[in-house]
């Protein structure tokens, strides 16, 4: 059965500062693994997607993430933290079956201090 | 172009009391989703559905919970009754086809935030 855990519930870094949010994944086959972002108040948000092409996945707002096979990692980085990133990340592997369903990491709240 | 629409936004109900929530989807996507999203933890999906059938329901709680997507584009899912560990936000989402995560983007509402006293 697939499965992501996500090693850190809080995270807090300054602003200006590199965020690196932790991401294991378990999966008995080749994963599709996603990140989202959730800003209080707010719908889910897709901020970028591994589907087995480049090992380092770029995407929205100056986050990156690196698949790491050896690893079982999906760690998301971004090198310079804003203010506005303030939110709940979550790190999201798809099932097995080909029906699109997703299951989600328990999230890491990111906080961004002056 | 709008995004996934759901109402209402809160719900304040007694246990054993029923609710309803709605949920409209992107124009034109055939997949419908409803997740369960307990404070602290991620969503957790209940139910899928492609166009106005049942794709996966396996962790919907079928002796309270109902859901129905009935021409295939609004849906609405039901508690009845409720209990105080249905106290969650119950997130909407919809894709285009919902066949394949890897190519097809879910788009999630924002939420109803159910809490029953």
């Known amino acids: 059965a697939q499965s992501v855990t996500q090693l850190d519930s809080h995270v807090s870094v300054s602003e200006g500062t590199p965020v690196l949010l932790r991401c294991n994944y378990s999966?008995?086959?080749?994963?599709?693994l996603f990140w989202y972002v959730q800003h209080p108040n707010k719908g889910l948000q897709l901020l970028l997607k591994?589907?087995?092409?480049?090992?380092l996945v770029k995407g929205i707002n100056g986050f990156e993430a690196e698949f790491k096979k050896s690893e079982t990692s999906f760690h998301l980085t971004k090198p310079s933290a804003h203010m506005s990133d303030a939110a709940e990340y979550f790190c999201?592997?798809?099932?097995?079956?080909?029906?699109?369903?997703?299951?989600f990491g328990q999230g890491t709240t990111l906080q961004v201090k002056p | 172009e709008a995004g996934v629409a759901q109402s209402p936004r809160y719900k304040i109900i007694e246990k054993r009391q029923s609710v309803a929530f709605w949920c409209n989807p992107i124009?034109?996507?055939?997949?419908l989703y409803w997740y369960q999203q307990i404070l602290g933890q991620g969503p957790k999906l209940l139910i899928q559905f492609q166009n106005n059938g049942v794709v996966d329901d396996s962790q919907l709680p079928k002796d309270r919970f109902s859901a129905e997507r009935l021409k295939g584009v609004d849906s609405t899912l039901k508690i009845q009754p409720a209990k105080l560990e249905d106290s969650a936000v119950y997130l909407c989402?919809?894709?285009?086809?919902?066949?394949?995560?890897?190519?097809?983007?879910?788009?999630f509402g924002p939420g109803t935030r159910l809490t029953v006293l």
């Open positions: 999201v592997v798809s099932h097995s079956g080909n029906t699109g369903k997703l299951i």
């Open positions: 591994y589907t087995s092409a480049a090992t």
């Open positions: 124009s034109g996507h055939a997949t």
């Open positions: 989402a919809s894709s285009l086809e919902g066949r394949r995560a890897t190519t097809d983007t879910q788009y």
């Open positions: 999966s008995s086959y080749s994963p599709s």
